[in-house]
């Protein structure tokens, strides 16, 4: 067992199935920077879980963790209800979705214009409230009616379940659930679980209720060809040892009033890390094929002429 966070001891773990177990692609649907097709090495299926009660959390210190940014990200989507990147460039700082700008600075019919589309933040909370104990509490942004209409790149942690548990102690838990379809895990895969940690506590607060378990189900999980070197690195770093938590303004109960500014996570000593693990570089795959009318036989031509 290793010192630092369970998200630590996590990453070892999963990086290591992958080494071990992956398989590599065929036809990637990215390329590197230079035009290089870029592989993924991938394993299927798995799940990472935190009884937050316990103190566990799924951030790591094998290396610094843009937290600020990732809570951002989340609000843009879920608050907001957003799919406008000037909003995410000029409230948040964040440009990283640029890529997928469909040409009028959105990204399309997906993540916030779905959550806006189908009222999916506003009725959850209502859900919980009027009806705790139901097992109906979700979280859908796979929406395929909405893909008929133009947009970036397909949600990929697109569903979240949650559940009211009345516990032996007295108190009542709010627990929740996120399904990732596609995770690039070691740029990130850690932020995706902080995020909707955070998303956890926010709800929970809203609502009434003490977050109590979080878990993570992914159905496929990527180490980039090029990320090889970084994951070995990864491995062989020895984790920082602390006790992150989540930290709310106590001044905000409304899920809609809550700032960047009001969320952070403390404990988490973010110069020792860097420190200790400085952050890695990662040569980022870039969507260059329409998955939508994606064709082996054309991809192999295609790299033949390459």
């Known amino acids: 067992m290793i010192e630092g966070t369970k998200g630590d001891f996590y990453t070892k773990e999963l990086i290591k199935r992958i080494l071990d177990e992956g398989c590599l692609d065929k036809w990637p649907s990215s390329t590197y920077g230079d035009g290089v097709p870029a592989h993924t090495i991938s394993v299927n299926h798995g799940m990472m879980t935190y009884d937050l009660t316990k103190g566990e959390f799924p951030i790591i210190t094998l ?25 995410l460039r000029d ?34 909370i209502q859900d919980i409230k009027n009806n705790p104990d139901g097992r109906r509490h979700i979280i859908n942004m796979w929406q395929v009616d909405d893909f008929k209409d133009k947009h970036g790149l397909k949600p990929c942690a697109y569903q979240t379940v949650w559940n009211v548990r009345h516990g032996k102690d007295g108190i009542d838990y709010l627990d929740m659930s996120l399904f990732q379809r596609s995770s690039d895990f070691l740029t990130a895969g850690c932020i995706n679980q902080v995020q909707y940690l955070v998303f ?89 094929v329409d998955t939508e009318g994606f064709n082996v036989e054309d991809f192999n031509k295609k790299k033949k002429n390459d």
Not at 68 to 83: P, R, T
Not at 252 to 266: L, P, Q, R, S
Request: net charge negative.
């Open 200 to 288: 956890l506590h926010l709800i929970a607060r809203h609502c009434g209720y003490t977050p109590g378990r979080f878990t993570w189900f992914y159905n496929n999980i990527q180490i980039y060809d090029r990320h090889q070197e970084q994951a070995q690195i990864m491995l062989e770093r020895e984790p920082v040892k602390c006790n992150p938590k989540v930290w709310l303004n106590p001044e905000k109960t409304n899920f809609y009033e809550f700032t960047v500014d009001d969320i952070k996570i403390i404990d988490y000593p973010t110069d020792d890390i860097k420190a200790k693990n400085p952050q890695l570089k990662f040569d980022l795959g870039h969507e260059n």
């Open 91 to 124: 409230k948040y700082g964040i440009t990283w979705w640029d890529e997928w700008d469909i040409g009028d600075r959105t990204i399309g019919a997906v993540y916030g214009e779905t959550i806006k589309r189908h009222n999916l933040v506003k009725d959850l």
């Open 63 to 87: 290396r610094p963790i843009a937290v600020k940014s990732a809570i951002g990200e989340l609000l843009w989507i879920y608050q907001d209800e957003s799919n406008n990147l000037d909003i």
